[in-house]
C-alpha cells in the first residue's frame, strides 16, 4: 500500500494487536512492514479479507490508501500478473489458495 503520511511505530502497535473500527468491526491482528525510509509504502499481512479492510485500517489510524496492490491470496503468489488478468486455478492450486 500506498499511504498519504508515514506510518507511524503508534499505528503498527494497534494494527498488530488487532482493531476495533469506530463502527464495531473487529479486525484481527496484521503483520506490517514498512518498505521505504519515509514509512508510506507499507506491506500488510491480514488474517481476513472484511471490506475494504486495509483502507479501513488506515483510516482508523487517520492516514489514506493512495494506491494498493495485492500480491498474494492464501498460498497464491500473483507475482507478475496484470492489473485485471484471470488466472486458471485447477483443482489442487485453489485447495492451497483456500486451506
Known amino acids: 500500500a ?5 506510518i507511524t511505530q503508534s499505528d503498527i502497535k494497534r494494527i498488530s ?3 476495533t473500527l469506530s463502527d464495531g468491526t473487529e479486525l484481527l491482528p ?3 512492514e514498512i518498505k521505504n525510509p519515509e514509512g508510506t ?3 500488510f499481512v491480514i488474517q481476513e479479507g472484511k471490506y475494504h479492510q486495509i483502507k479501513r485500517m488506515a483510516g482508523a489510524c487517520e492516514n489514506k490508501v493512495l494506491s494498493l496492490h495485492r500480491k ?3 498460498a497464491l503468489s500473483l ?3 496484470a ?3 484471470a488466472v486458471y ?3 489442487s492450486l485453489a485447495q492451497k489458495v483456500f486451506e
Do not use: C, H, R
Open 2 to 6: 500506498t499511504l498519504e503520511k508515514p
Open 17 to 19: 494487536a488487532g482493531l
Open 30 to 32: 496484521a503483520m506490517v
Open 41 to 43: 509504502q507499507v506491506d
Open 72 to 74: 498474494s491470496i492464501g
Open 79 to 81: 507475482g507478475e500478473t
Open 83 to 85: 492489473d485485471g488478468q
Open 89 to 91: 486455478l485447477d483443482k
